[in-house]
C-alpha cells in the first residue's frame, strides 16, 4: 500500500515538473518572438530611412549634374562673348581712332578757313569786323556801320566790297556751310520795318542775295537767320555796347558729315543669352 503511494506521489511531481518547463519554454519563446518582432520593425524603420537617403541622394545627384551642365553651357557663352567682346573692343577702338582723325582733320581744316577769311579781309578794320573761332567753327563778324546805313537793309559800298572778297574763299572752298545770322540792339523800330525782328532777317536774307545773285556762292549752303535783339555780345545799356550788337555774323563750318556717322554709329550689340548671373 505504501508502494502505490510512493508511485502516485512520484507520477504527480514528474506532472508538475514537465508543466513548469512547459510554461518557461512557451515564456522564452514569446519572448523571442517579441524581441525579433522589434528588430523586425528597427531593421524596417532603417530600411525606409535608407530608402529615404538614396532618394535623397539621387535627387541632390541629378541637380549636381544639372548644375554641372549649366556651368558648361555658362562656360562656352562667357567664352564666345569675350571672343566677342574683345571684336566689340576692336571695332570701337578703331571707330574711335577714326573719329579722332577726323576730329583733327576737322580742327585744321577750321584753321585754315579762319586764316584765309583773315588774309582776304586784312584791308578792314578791327571796328569793322573780327574773325575768331568759337564752338567749332569760324565766325566773321561785321559791325552795322561796314555793312548798313542805320534802321536800313541796303548793303554799302564797302559792305559789299567785304561780301566780295569773302565770296571769293567760299567759292574756292566749296565743302563749308553759311549762316548768315543779323543782330540788332534792343532800342524798338521806327519806319520802314515793323520791328528788329524783321530788320535783322531783312539784313541776313540781302547778305545771302548779295552772297548768291552777285558773288555766285550755291545758295544749297547758306542758311540765314535773324536773331532780333536776343543774342547781344554787349550791354544794351550804352552806346558803345549797342553798336556792337548791331552786327552781322556770318558763321561758317566744315562739313561734318563723316564725322557725324562716326558719332552716331553704334557698338554692335552683345549676343542674346550670354546672362553671366547664374542661380546655384
Known amino acids: 500500500m ?24 512557451y515564456r522564452s519563446a514569446l519572448s523571442r518572438e517579441q524581441q525579433l518582432q522589434a528588430d523586425v520593425s528597427r531593421l524596417n524603420e532603417e530600411i525606409n530611412g535608407l530608402n529615404s537617403k ?9 541637380q549636381m549634374a544639372k548644375q554641372w551642365e549649366d556651368a558648361k553651357k555658362n562656360a562656352a ?17 578703331k571707330r574711335l581712332t577714326e573719329m579722332r582723325n577726323l576730329m583733327d582733320q576737322q580742327r585744321q581744316a577750321l584753321e585754315n578757313i579762319r586764316k584765309k577769311m583773315t588774309d582776304a579781309l586784312v584791308g578792314f578794320n578791327s571796328n569793322e569786323l ?49 549762316l548768315i ?16 525782328w524783321a ?16 558773288y555766285q556762292v550755291d545758295p544749297t549752303r547758306i542758311t540765314a537767320s535773324g536773331r532780333s535783339k536776343y543774342d547781344p555780345l554787349d550791354t544794351n545799356e550804352t552806346p558803345e555796347g549797342r553798336q556792337r550788337n548791331r552786327r552781322t555774323e556770318i558763321i561758317l563750318a566744315p562739313k561734318l558729315d563723316e564725322l557725324m556717322r562716326l558719332i ?11 546672362d553671366t548671373n547664374t542661380n546655384a
Not at 503511494?5 to 513548469?20: V, W
Open 2 to 25: 505504501k508502494s502505490i503511494h510512493f508511485i502516485a506521489l512520484i507520477g504527480i511531481s514528474m506532472l508538475l515538473l514537465t508543466s513548469c518547463v512547459s510554461q518557461k519554454k
Open 54 to 62: 538614396v532618394t535623397t541622394l539621387q535627387n541632390e545627384s541629378a
Open 77 to 93: 557663352d562667357l567664352a564666345g562673348m569675350a571672343n566677342m567682346t574683345q571684336q566689340q573692343l576692336e571695332a570701337e577702338r
Open 130 to 178: 573780327s574773325v575768331y573761332t568759337k564752338n567749332g567753327k569760324v565766325y566773321v563778324t561785321l559791325q552795322e556801320n561796314l555793312l548798313f546805313p542805320s534802321g536800313s537793309a541796303a548793303v554799302n559800298p564797302k559792305g559789299k566790297e567785304a561780301l566780295g572778297k569773302l565770296a571769293q574763299v567760299l567759292n574756292a572752298n566749296t565743302d563749308i556751310s553759311v
Open 181 to 196: 545770322e543779323g543782330h540788332t540792339d534792343s532800342v524798338p523800330m521806327r519806319g520802314r520795318y515793323e520791328d528788329n
Open 199 to 214: 530788320l535783322s532777317t531783312a539784313r541776313s536774307t540781302a547778305i545771302v542775295r548779295l552772297l548768291t545773285n552777285t
Open 264 to 274: 552716331e554709329q553704334q557698338p554692335a550689340p552683345e549676343p542674346a543669352g550670354t
